[in-house]
C-alpha cells in the first residue's frame, strides 16, 4: 500500500508539474499566433486514451484512438472531408497519453525531439515558430521555466499561508548535534554545537549538512563544552558527505515518557518525566551517548541517576540481549527546544513564498554545480523516479506533497534552463547567439545539436537508473 501510494504521489507531482511546464511553452506561442499542433499530458506512442479539438464550431472528441499519420507539408487539405481533424491543422489537439511520464507540447516550426529538419524543409511560414522575432522564441522557450517558477512561489506561498512553517534555529539547539560515523571521522562529537563553517553561521539545524557541501567548507567552529574547536574538513570528503545522510542529526535528552509493553524495567522504579543524567557513574544525558553506552552491556543490569523534578535518583535497570531497556522517550521537541512558527496571512505569504523559491533556487543550482563536476563524484547521487519516490511520505500528506511539489518544480525549472541541446536552455542559447552575431544557426545545425543533446540527456538518465538500481542491492 505505501509503494502505490508513492507511485500515485510521484506520478501527480510529474504530471503537474510538465502540464505546468508546457502550458508556459503554449501559452507564448499563443500570445504571438503561433501554431500548436498538439498539447498532451503524458506520451502517446501509437494511440491516445483521450483527445480531442475544436472545429466546425464544435469540439469533437476521440477516446482510445489510433494516432492520426501526419500529412506531407504539400498535401490539398480540400479533398479531405469535413470530419478529418487534419483538415483544420491551426486548430490545437488536446489529449492524454498513456505513458505517465511527462508531456509535451508540439509547435509548428520548431526543431526539437518531435520533428527534425527534414521536416520543416517546406519554405517556413508566418504561423511557424522559425519565422518569428528573436525575442518572441525567447519567451516561448522560457515560458516554461518561468511557469514552473511561478507554479512553486504559488505552492510555497499556499503552504506557508495554510500550514505554516516550523524549524528549530541552530541557535536553540541547546543539546547540538549527534554524528554518524564520517562526522566522528572528521572531528565532529556528540554534543557540540556548530557556530560557523569558514565564519559564515547557518541558521536552520537541519541545513547544516546541505550548507557545509553547498560552501565547500575548509574549517568548522564548534562549541564543545565551554571551549571553542576548530575542525579542517577536506574537500576529499565531499563525496562521502553527499552519500552519508545525517552527519548532524538532532541530540536531545534520555527522559522517558513510559514504558515498552511488558517492559523488563516496569517496576524498576523508574518514572515517567525521569531524566536520565549518569550512566553507572558516568555523566551522559543524550540518547545518543546513552543508546550507544547500553550496547556494551547487553544482558546485564545498570546503574542509571536520574534528574526527578529537581533531585537526583538512583535506578536500577536491566538490559535486554539487544542493548535496549524497554523504555519510551520523549519525542516531543517543544518541550526541549525553542521550536520558530511561523504562519503567514494571505498577502505576506506571496513574498515569503518568492523567499523560499529563490533560495531552494540557489541551492539547487549549488546541487548542480558540484554533479558537473566531476572531482566531487556527485554524479554518484543523481536519482531518477525511483529517488522521486523515495522522498514522499507512505501515507497522503497534503503539506508535504505540496511541499515537494514545488521544490520538484524548481529543480525542473533550474534542470531545463542549463544550456544543453534538448533542454530549453539549450535553444535559449542559440537564440542569444544569434542576437548578439545576428545569424540565426541553420535548421540543420539545431537538429544536429538537438541530436547531441538528446543522446547526452539519455546517457544521464541511464546514469540516474543505474544508481537507483545500485541503491536497492
Known amino acids: 500500500m505505501v509503494l502505490f501510494v508513492k507511485i500515485i504521489q510521484v506520478i501527480f507531482a510529474l504530471s503537474l508539474l510538465v502540464l505546468v511546464h508546457e502550458f508556459g511553452h503554449y501559452l507564448f506561442a499563443k500570445l504571438f499566433k503561433t501554431r500548436v499542433d498538439q498539447f498532451y499530458m503524458f506520451f502517446n506512442p501509437r494511440f491516445s486514451i483521450f483527445k480531442c479539438k475544436w472545429f466546425n464550431g464544435r469540439l469533437h472528441c476521440k477516446f482510445f484512438s489510433k494516432n492520426t499519420e501526419m500529412l506531407p507539408p504539400d498535401a490539398d487539405l480540400s479533398t479531405l472531408s469535413d470530419d478529418d481533424w487534419r483538415k483544420y491543422p491551426d486548430n490545437t489537439e488536446y489529449g492524454i497519453g498513456w505513458v505517465p511520464l511527462g508531456g509535451y507540447c508540439a509547435i509548428a516550426g520548431m526543431v526539437d525531439e518531435t520533428k527534425s529538419a527534414d521536416d520543416l524543409c517546406k519554405e517556413p511560414q508566418p504561423w511557424e515558430m522559425r519565422t518569428k522575432p528573436a525575442w518572441q522564441r525567447f519567451l516561448i522557450m522560457f515560458g516554461g521555466v518561468f511557469f514552473n517558477f511561478l507554479l512553486a512561489i504559488g505552492l510555497y506561498a499556499a503552504v506557508l499561508h495554510h500550514w505554516g512553517e516550523e524549524y528549530l534555529r541552530n541557535d536553540d539547539a541547546v543539546y547540538g548535534i549527534a554524528v554518524n560515523d564520517l562526522s566522528y571521522e572528521l572531528g565532529f562529537r556528540n554534543g557540540d554545537r556548530i557556530l560557523s563553517?569558514?565564519?559564515?553561521?547557518?541558521?536552520?539545524?537541519?541545513?547544516?549538512?546541505?550548507?557545509?557541501?553547498?560552501?565547500?567548507?575548509?574549517?568548522?567552529?564548534?562549541?564543545?563544552?565551554?571551549?571553542?574547536?576548530?575542525?579542517?574538513?577536506?574537500?576529499?570528503?565531499?563525496?562521502?558527505?553527499?552519500?552519508?545522510?545525517?552527519?548532524?542529526?538532532?541530540?536531545?535528552?534520555?527522559?522517558?515518557?513510559?514504558?515498552?509493553?511488558?517492559?523488563?524495567?516496569?517496576?524498576?522504579?523508574?518514572?515517567?518525566?525521569?531524566?536520565?543524567?549518569?550512566?553507572?557513574?558516568?555523566?551522559?544525558?543524550?540518547?545518543?551517548?546513552?543508546?550507544?553506552?547500553?550496547?556494551?552491556?547487553?544482558?546485564?543490569?545498570?546503574?542509571?541517576?536520574?534528574?526527578?523534578?529537581?533531585?537526583?535518583?538512583?535506578?536500577?535497570?536491566?538490559?535486554?540481549?539487544t542493548g535496549m531497556v524497554q523504555v519510551l522517550l520523549e519525542n516531543d521537541l517543544t518541550k526541549f527546544f525553542n521550536v520558530t512558527y511561523n504562519?503567514?496571512?494571505?498577502?505576506?505569504?506571496?513574498?515569503?513564498?518568492?523567499?523560499?523559491?529563490?533560495?531552494?533556487?540557489?541551492?539547487?543550482?549549488?546541487?548542480?554545480?558540484?554533479?558537473?563536476?566531476?572531482?566531487?563524484?556527485?554524479?554518484?547521487?543523481?536519482?531518477?523516479?525511483?529517488?522521486?519516490?523515495?522522498?514522499?511520505?507512505?501515507?497522503?500528506?497534503?503539506?508535504?506533497?505540496?511541499?515537494?511539489?514545488?521544490?520538484?518544480?524548481?529543480?525542473?525549472?533550474?534542470?531545463?534552463?542549463?544550456?544543453?541541446?534538448?533542454?530549453?536552455?539549450?535553444?535559449?542559447?542559440?537564440i542569444f547567439v544569434e542576437i548578439l552575431t545576428g545569424h540565426k544557426p541553420s535548421d540543420k545545425f539545431l537538429e544536429v545539436a538537438q541530436t547531441i543533446g538528446m543522446i547526452f540527456l539519455l546517457a544521464l538518465m541511464v546514469l540516474a537508473f543505474g544508481n537507483d538500481i545500485r541503491s536497492l542491492f
Open 197 to 321: 563553517f569558514d565564519g559564515k553561521p547557518v541558521d536552520d539545524f537541519s541545513q547544516l549538512q546541505i550548507e557545509l557541501l553547498h560552501s565547500k567548507a575548509t574549517e568548522a567552529l564548534v562549541l564543545r563544552g565551554q571551549d571553542t574547536v576548530k575542525i579542517s574538513i577536506g574537500e576529499e570528503y565531499i563525496p562521502q558527505m553527499l552519500n552519508s545522510p545525517g552527519m548532524f542529526a538532532l541530540a536531545y535528552p534520555f527522559v522517558v515518557a513510559g514504558f515498552a509493553e511488558n517492559s523488563i524495567n516496569e517496576d524498576s522504579g523508574l518514572q515517567s518525566g525521569d531524566k536520565v543524567v549518569a550512566l553507572n557513574g558516568e555523566e551522559m544525558c543524550l540518547v545518543q551517548d546513552i543508546q550507544a553506552a547500553l550496547k556494551d552491556h547487553k544482558g546485564d543490569s545498570i546503574s542509571v541517576a536520574v534528574d526527578r523534578a529537581g533531585s537526583v535518583a538512583e535506578v536500577g535497570l536491566q538490559v535486554d540481549t
Open 343 to 430: 504562519k503567514y496571512k494571505f498577502f505576506p505569504a506571496i513574498p515569503a513564498g518568492i523567499k523560499k523559491a529563490c533560495a531552494y533556487i540557489k541551492s539547487y543550482a549549488k546541487d548542480l554545480g558540484l554533479i558537473f563536476s566531476p572531482k566531487t563524484k556527485a554524479y554518484k547521487s543523481v536519482g531518477s523516479f525511483i529517488t522521486i519516490g523515495r522522498i514522499f511520505p507512505g501515507t497522503w500528506d497534503w503539506e508535504r506533497v505540496w511541499s515537494l511539489c514545488a521544490m520538484l518544480s524548481i529543480m525542473l525549472a533550474v534542470l531545463n534552463i542549463v544550456p544543453i541541446p534538448g533542454l530549453d536552455g539549450g535553444h535559449i542559447l542559440f
